[in-house]
T-cell receptor, first 116, second 111 residues
Framework: ETGVTQTPRHLVMGMTNKKSLKCEQH?????MYWYKQSAKKPLELMFV???????ENNSVPSRFSPECPNSSHLFLHLHTLQPEDSALYLC???????????????FGPGTRLTVL | KQEVTQIPAALSVPEGENLVLNCSFT??????LQWFRQDPGKGLTSLLL?????REQTSGRLNASLDKSSGRSTLYIAASQPGDSATYLC??????????FGKGTHLIIQP
Protein backbone atom coordinates (compact mmCIF):
# COMPACT_ATOMS: atom_id res chain seq x y z
CA GLU A 1 0.00 0.00 0.00
CA THR A 2 1.09 3.52 -0.61
CA GLY A 3 0.30 6.91 0.90
CA VAL A 4 -1.97 7.16 3.92
CA THR A 5 -4.47 4.41 4.66
CA GLN A 6 -7.33 4.38 7.14
CA THR A 7 -9.48 1.56 8.53
CA PRO A 8 -12.32 1.02 8.78
CA ARG A 9 -13.77 3.17 6.01
CA HIS A 10 -17.22 3.13 7.59
CA LEU A 11 -18.21 2.61 11.23
CA VAL A 12 -21.57 2.60 12.97
CA MET A 13 -21.54 2.48 16.76
CA GLY A 14 -23.84 2.98 19.70
CA MET A 15 -23.18 5.57 22.37
CA THR A 16 -21.98 2.93 24.84
CA ASN A 17 -19.58 1.17 22.44
CA LYS A 18 -15.81 1.38 22.38
CA LYS A 19 -14.12 1.35 19.00
CA SER A 20 -10.82 2.43 17.44
CA LEU A 21 -9.88 4.07 14.17
CA LYS A 22 -6.56 3.18 12.60
CA CYS A 23 -4.28 5.20 10.35
CA GLU A 24 -1.05 4.08 8.70
CA GLN A 25 1.33 6.12 6.57
CA HIS A 26 3.82 4.63 4.12
CA UNK A 27 5.60 7.90 3.30
CA UNK A 28 8.38 7.89 5.89
CA UNK A 29 6.90 10.98 7.56
CA UNK A 30 7.44 12.05 11.15
CA UNK A 31 4.22 13.90 11.91
CA MET A 32 0.65 12.59 11.95
CA TYR A 33 -2.66 14.34 12.49
CA TRP A 34 -6.33 13.67 13.20
CA TYR A 35 -8.97 15.96 11.73
CA LYS A 36 -12.76 15.96 12.02
CA GLN A 37 -15.02 17.01 9.14
CA SER A 38 -18.65 17.67 10.08
CA ALA A 39 -21.38 18.75 7.73
CA LYS A 40 -21.31 22.47 6.92
CA LYS A 41 -18.25 23.12 9.12
CA PRO A 42 -14.61 23.55 8.17
CA LEU A 43 -12.22 20.70 8.78
CA GLU A 44 -11.13 20.87 12.41
CA LEU A 45 -7.74 19.82 13.75
CA MET A 46 -8.00 17.40 16.68
CA PHE A 47 -4.52 16.09 17.48
CA VAL A 48 -0.95 16.43 16.26
CA UNK A 49 1.91 14.00 16.83
CA UNK A 50 5.51 14.79 15.95
CA UNK A 51 8.05 11.98 16.31
CA UNK A 52 5.42 10.01 18.31
CA UNK A 53 4.96 12.83 20.83
CA UNK A 54 1.63 14.61 21.06
CA UNK A 55 2.25 18.29 20.46
CA GLU A 56 -1.29 19.56 20.15
CA ASN A 57 -4.68 18.69 21.55
CA ASN A 58 -7.15 21.12 20.10
CA SER A 59 -9.56 21.12 23.09
CA VAL A 60 -10.94 17.73 22.12
CA PRO A 61 -13.29 15.97 24.58
CA SER A 62 -11.74 13.09 26.53
CA ARG A 63 -14.08 10.58 24.88
CA PHE A 64 -11.57 10.80 21.99
CA SER A 65 -8.21 9.30 22.94
CA PRO A 66 -5.32 9.26 20.46
CA GLU A 67 -2.40 6.84 20.44
CA CYS A 68 0.76 6.96 18.34
CA PRO A 69 2.92 3.85 18.99
CA ASN A 70 5.40 4.75 16.23
CA SER A 71 5.79 7.33 13.49
CA SER A 72 3.89 5.17 10.97
CA HIS A 73 0.76 4.36 12.96
CA LEU A 74 -1.90 6.50 14.60
CA PHE A 75 -5.03 5.40 16.40
CA LEU A 76 -8.11 7.21 17.64
CA HIS A 77 -9.86 5.37 20.45
CA LEU A 78 -13.54 6.19 20.83
CA HIS A 79 -15.79 5.63 23.86
CA THR A 80 -19.19 6.88 25.01
CA LEU A 81 -19.59 9.07 21.93
CA GLN A 82 -22.55 11.31 21.22
CA PRO A 83 -24.64 11.48 18.03
CA GLU A 84 -23.08 14.90 17.26
CA ASP A 85 -19.72 13.14 16.97
CA SER A 86 -20.90 11.60 13.72
CA ALA A 87 -18.53 12.90 11.06
CA LEU A 88 -15.77 12.03 8.62
CA TYR A 89 -12.51 11.50 10.52
CA LEU A 90 -9.43 12.16 8.46
CA CYS A 91 -5.84 11.24 9.17
CA UNK A 92 -2.90 13.05 7.63
CA UNK A 93 0.89 12.88 7.71
CA UNK A 94 3.72 15.25 6.85
CA UNK A 95 7.51 15.26 6.88
CA UNK A 96 7.65 17.89 9.60
CA UNK A 97 11.13 19.21 9.34
CA UNK A 98 11.46 21.78 12.10
CA UNK A 99 11.55 25.29 10.72
CA UNK A 100 10.90 24.12 7.18
CA UNK A 101 7.92 25.76 5.52
CA UNK A 102 7.65 22.92 3.03
CA UNK A 103 5.65 20.70 5.38
CA UNK A 104 3.07 19.35 2.95
CA UNK A 105 0.30 17.27 4.50
CA UNK A 106 -1.08 14.16 2.81
CA PHE A 107 -4.48 12.83 3.76
CA GLY A 108 -6.04 9.40 3.99
CA PRO A 109 -9.51 8.56 2.62
CA GLY A 110 -11.19 8.99 6.00
CA THR A 111 -13.49 6.95 8.23
CA ARG A 112 -17.18 7.80 8.02
CA LEU A 113 -18.45 7.47 11.62
CA THR A 114 -22.10 7.29 12.56
CA VAL A 115 -23.07 7.33 16.24
CA LEU A 116 -26.58 6.07 16.98
CA LYS B 1 -7.08 32.73 16.24
CA GLN B 2 -6.53 32.13 12.54
CA GLU B 3 -9.65 32.19 10.37
CA VAL B 4 -9.83 31.18 6.72
CA THR B 5 -12.59 32.31 4.38
CA GLN B 6 -13.27 31.01 0.89
CA ILE B 7 -15.31 32.82 -1.73
CA PRO B 8 -17.50 31.84 -3.49
CA ALA B 9 -19.05 28.99 -1.50
CA ALA B 10 -20.32 27.45 -4.74
CA LEU B 11 -19.64 27.99 -8.42
CA SER B 12 -21.10 26.46 -11.57
CA VAL B 13 -19.54 27.24 -14.96
CA PRO B 14 -19.56 25.75 -18.48
CA GLU B 15 -16.72 23.54 -19.56
CA GLY B 16 -13.72 25.35 -21.02
CA GLU B 17 -13.93 28.49 -18.90
CA ASN B 18 -11.05 29.84 -16.86
CA LEU B 19 -11.97 30.46 -13.23
CA VAL B 20 -10.60 31.85 -10.00
CA LEU B 21 -11.24 30.65 -6.47
CA ASN B 22 -10.46 32.98 -3.59
CA CYS B 23 -9.09 32.38 -0.11
CA SER B 24 -8.37 34.88 2.66
CA PHE B 25 -6.83 34.45 6.10
CA THR B 26 -6.74 36.74 9.11
CA UNK B 27 -3.22 36.13 10.50
CA UNK B 28 -0.41 36.70 8.00
CA UNK B 29 2.14 34.81 10.17
CA UNK B 30 1.88 31.59 8.19
CA UNK B 31 4.44 28.99 7.16
CA UNK B 32 2.63 27.84 4.07
CA LEU B 33 -0.71 27.60 2.33
CA GLN B 34 -2.10 24.47 0.70
CA TRP B 35 -4.89 23.99 -1.79
CA PHE B 36 -6.73 20.66 -1.73
CA ARG B 37 -9.40 18.97 -3.75
CA GLN B 38 -12.07 16.79 -2.14
CA ASP B 39 -14.42 14.55 -4.10
CA PRO B 40 -17.75 13.57 -2.47
CA GLY B 41 -17.26 11.19 0.45
CA LYS B 42 -13.51 11.02 -0.12
CA GLY B 43 -10.35 12.27 1.51
CA LEU B 44 -8.31 15.28 0.45
CA THR B 45 -5.91 15.41 -2.47
CA SER B 46 -3.12 17.98 -2.21
CA LEU B 47 -2.98 20.19 -5.29
CA LEU B 48 -0.43 22.86 -4.51
CA LEU B 49 1.63 24.10 -1.57
CA UNK B 50 2.96 27.64 -1.48
CA UNK B 51 5.66 28.38 1.07
CA UNK B 52 5.45 31.72 2.89
CA UNK B 53 8.43 33.05 0.94
CA UNK B 54 6.88 32.21 -2.44
CA ARG B 55 4.41 34.19 -4.56
CA GLU B 56 2.97 31.41 -6.69
CA GLN B 57 3.06 27.75 -7.66
CA THR B 58 1.93 26.03 -10.84
CA SER B 59 0.89 22.49 -11.62
CA GLY B 60 -0.56 21.76 -15.03
CA ARG B 61 -3.71 23.84 -15.50
CA LEU B 62 -3.60 25.05 -11.89
CA ASN B 63 -1.88 28.17 -10.65
CA ALA B 64 -1.98 29.35 -7.05
CA SER B 65 -0.81 32.75 -5.86
CA LEU B 66 -0.09 34.03 -2.39
CA ASP B 67 -0.09 37.60 -1.08
CA LYS B 68 0.91 37.00 2.50
CA SER B 69 0.84 40.65 3.59
CA SER B 70 -2.78 41.08 2.53
CA GLY B 71 -3.79 37.59 3.68
CA ARG B 72 -4.98 36.37 0.30
CA SER B 73 -4.52 33.48 -2.07
CA THR B 74 -6.15 32.60 -5.36
CA LEU B 75 -6.41 29.32 -7.24
CA TYR B 76 -6.66 29.78 -10.99
CA ILE B 77 -7.99 26.87 -13.05
CA ALA B 78 -7.47 27.15 -16.79
CA ALA B 79 -9.67 25.51 -19.43
CA SER B 80 -11.95 23.83 -16.91
CA GLN B 81 -13.15 20.26 -17.49
CA PRO B 82 -16.05 18.25 -15.99
CA GLY B 83 -13.46 16.17 -14.10
CA ASP B 84 -12.51 19.33 -12.18
CA SER B 85 -15.87 19.21 -10.41
CA ALA B 86 -15.15 18.85 -6.68
CA THR B 87 -14.86 20.89 -3.49
CA TYR B 88 -11.67 22.95 -3.31
CA LEU B 89 -10.25 23.64 0.12
CA CYS B 90 -7.71 26.25 1.18
CA UNK B 91 -5.68 25.70 4.36
CA UNK B 92 -2.90 27.59 6.14
CA UNK B 93 -0.19 26.37 8.48
CA UNK B 94 1.11 28.41 11.40
CA UNK B 95 4.22 26.22 11.80
CA UNK B 96 4.59 23.22 14.09
CA UNK B 97 0.90 22.44 14.14
CA UNK B 98 -1.92 21.37 11.93
CA UNK B 99 -3.76 23.23 9.22
CA UNK B 100 -6.60 25.72 9.55
CA PHE B 101 -9.14 25.19 6.79
CA GLY B 102 -11.77 27.26 5.03
CA LYS B 103 -15.21 25.83 4.34
CA GLY B 104 -14.37 25.27 0.69
CA THR B 105 -15.72 26.17 -2.73
CA HIS B 106 -18.05 23.61 -4.31
CA LEU B 107 -17.27 23.68 -8.03
CA ILE B 108 -19.42 22.23 -10.79
CA ILE B 109 -18.20 22.22 -14.38
CA GLN B 110 -21.08 21.74 -16.79
CA PRO B 111 -20.33 19.54 -19.85
Amino acid sequence: ETGVTQTPRHLVMGMTNKKSLKCEQHLGHNAMYWYKQSAKKPLELMFVYNFKEQTENNSVPSRFSPECPNSSHLFLHLHTLQPEDSALYLCASSPFLAGDSYNEQFFGPGTRLTVL
Amino acid sequence: KQEVTQIPAALSVPEGENLVLNCSFTDSAIYNLQWFRQDPGKGLTSLLLIQSSQREQTSGRLNASLDKSSGRSTLYIAASQPGDSATYLCAVSGGADGLTFGKGTHLIIQP
